[in-house]
């Protein structure tokens, strides 16, 4: 068995790089059933951005990011808008999820324009907060600096007013209503065994939330995916599939891989997350399912200046004859809600 420099056997890396999540936020386990894939008219594929800042972009060294999630560089809000032309000028749409304290800043009016071009945009929590976090200090590192900012608050209390605010700043500064939540970071069970957090999205209006991230292997940093990597991601598109909690609640999962996942954990090249994002989309449209390209303007903006996998993306929907369309996380949610 081929052995990796520090020492792990290269299956037993690739078992423990199939837990890592999008954010470095650890998943609830690996309990939870696939949803199975169900062939719809035609495969809808979803591009998604988080607006936010990335740690580790667009320097290696750049770690002040995890203090300042809404703090977004110009490079990032051009890029958000650049592809949100990009993708219309093709025929479809983004659905962006922003972070409350983006709205704290002196221009918002990008934020606007990608609004009144028809893309939606989606509540990702005022701070970056972790919905599944047990103590808070593992609320967002914002809380470990200043842990006054939240105190005699519970942890419940302070995700609630976390994402309650974002609606509101959205609403009060730029008259955006939020369109559907995603949970900063993804999980790899979801939302599954939380029925406080369903019922709680429930209960701030929200009938779909976009939480799930599948587990999946990955590659030491640098490394070249093999033929193991990239089936394991494929693979993982089965339980990226959207589903129904007992609540209601309709998830709407992430699908592998992320930029985060390919260009922090992995450190890939970009041809080599083409080729999977190629794979991937390749696989939902021959099956008619649900791919929701997950990303973040303040990374695929320094790895790809160029849109390349965005063109890619559109370029795969373009030349399925038919058979797959551009969907924003509303359509995807609606088309599969229960009758």
């Not at 606007?112 to 599944?132: F, K, M, R, S, W």
Request: charged share 25%.
């Amino acid at each position: 068995m081929a052995h990796l420099a520090n020492g792990l056997p290269r299956r037993a890396w690739l078992r423990s790089a199939a837990g890592l999540c999008l954010g470095g936020i650890a998943g609830t386990g690996t309990g939870l059933r696939a949803a199975p894939v169900r062939a719809r008219e035609k495969a809808q594929i979803a591009i998604t951005l988080d607006l936010e800042m990335s740690r580790n972009f667009p320097r290696w060294e750049d770690t002040h990011w995890d203090f300042e999630k809404g703090n977004l560089d110009e490079a990032t809000k051009k890029y958000a808008t650049r592809a949100g032309e990009r993708v219309q000028a093709r025929g479809g749409r983004i659905h962006y999820f922003c972070v409350g304290r983006v709205l704290e800043q002196p221009d918002v009016l990008w934020l606007e324009q990608i609004a009144q071009a028809g893309h939606p945009v989606g509540n990702h929590t005022y701070d970056h907060v972790n919905l599944l976090a047990r103590q808070t200090a593992e609320l967002q590192f914002r809380f470990q600096r200043a842990p006054w900012l939240i105190e005699g608050r519970s942890i419940a209390e302070v995700i609630r007013d976390n994402i309650r605010l974002t609606t509101l700043a959205l609403k009060e500064r730029t008259g955006i209503v939020n369109r559907g939540f995603r949970t900063p970071g993804g999980f790899a069970a979801g939302l599954s065994g939380r029925e406080d957090l369903q019922k709680l999205l429930l209960e701030l209006g929200f009938t779909w939330v976009s939480s799930l991230y599948p587990a999946h292997a990955n590659t030491r940093p640098k490394e070249k995916p093999d033929a193991a990597v990239l089936s394991s991601i494929v693979e993982a598109q089965v339980k990226a599939q959207p589903f129904d909690y007992p609540t209601g609640l309709i998830e709407v999962p992430m699908s592998p891989i992320s930029d985060i996942g390919a260009f922090r954990t992995g450190q890939w090249k970009l041809e080599w997350f083409l080729d999977a994002v190629r794979r991937a989309v390749n696989w939902t449209i021959e099956r008619r399912a649900v791919f929701d390209f997950l990303a973040h303007p303040s990374c695929l903006g320094v790895v790809d200046p160029q849109f390349q996998t965005i063109d890619l993306i559109c370029d795969l929907v373009q030349a399925a004859d038919g058979s797959a369309e551009f969907a924003d996380l509303d359509q995807v949610a609606e088309s599969s809600a229960k009758p």
